[in-house]
T-cell receptor, first 116, second 116 residues
Framework: AQKITQTQPGMFVQEKEAVTLDCTYD???????LFWYKQPSSGEMIFLIY??????QNATEGRYSLNFQKARKSANLVISASQLGDSAMYFC?????????????FGQGTELSVKP | DAGVTQSPTHLIKTRGQQVTLRCSPK?????VSWYQQALGQGPQFIFQ???????QRGNFPDRFSGHQFPNYSSELNVNALLLGDSALYLC???????????????FGPGTRLTVL
């Protein structure tokens, strides 16, 4: 069965510094997708970044980058130049590559607090 | 371009009652998934609807049922409410790409259900 593990319940970072949020995953499928979502206190899940298991390059989206280490089954999110608005819950998720079923499996989340 | 919308925002029910939650997908999207997020947890997949049929279901009892309409909007129905059904219910939509490769899901703001 597929599983996502986020071992950091809470993280603090100083404004303008970089921070890494950890995510490890477990799957026996060779084809899968990995996602990071941000959930502010309002509740909406905001898509940040996606990495396919066959992608050779690490995904980047603005200040977000995904440090994908396939052999270690890790997909850490790196946020550069943290801003106060980055304070939120962050969830790592995975899905089968050919995901007709639409099921996303989420981790427990990491609460990030950005200090001024 | 309207994103995923959900109604109502908040709902309070008593044990044993029935509830209906509604979701309109993002423009151009034809599939809708529902997730339950208990306090302090990551979202759990309930089911997905595509072409007005339930395509995949998570580990939820038959008290949870759904429907998709020809305009792609969807309803989640929960019968015989239990205290443990109190949660944030999230709707996500996507467009299944012709290749079948997994595509990003976009989430709505959620409906917060409280069962007393």
């Amino acid at each position: 069965a597929q599983k996502i593990t986020q071992t950091q319940p809470g993280m603090f970072v100083q404004e303008k510094e970089a921070v890494t949020l950890d995510c490890t995953y477990d799957t026996s499928d060779p084809s899968y997708g990995l996602f990071w979502y941000k959930q502010p206190s309002s509740g909406e899940m905001i898509f940040l970044i996606y990495q396919g298991s066959y992608d050779q390059q690490n995904a980047t989206e603005g200040r977000y980058s995904l440090n994908f280490q396939k052999a270690r089954k890790s997909a850490n999110l790196v946020i550069s130049a943290s801003q106060l608005g980055d304070s939120a819950m962050y969830f790592c998720a995975m899905s089968p590559f050919y995901n007709q079923g639409g099921k996303l499996i989420f981790g427990q989340g990491t609460e990030l607090s950005v200090k001024p | 371009d309207a994103g995923v919308t959900q109604s109502p925002t908040h709902l309070i029910k008593t044990r044993g009652q029935q509830v209906t939650l509604r979701c309109s997908p993002k423009s151009g999207h034809d599939t809708v998934s529902w997730y339950q997020q208990a306090l302090g947890q990551g979202p759990q997949f309930i089911f997905q609807y595509y072409e007005e049929e339930e395509r995949q279901r998570g580990n939820f009892p038959d008290r949870f049922s759904g429907h998709q309409f020809p305009n792609y909007s969807s309803e989640l129905n929960v019968n015989a409410l239990l205290l443990g059904d109190s949660a944030l219910y999230l709707c996500a939509s996507r467009r299944i790409p012709p290749s079948g490769i997994t595509d990003t899901q976009y989430f709505g703001p959620g409906t917060r259900l409280t069962v007393l």
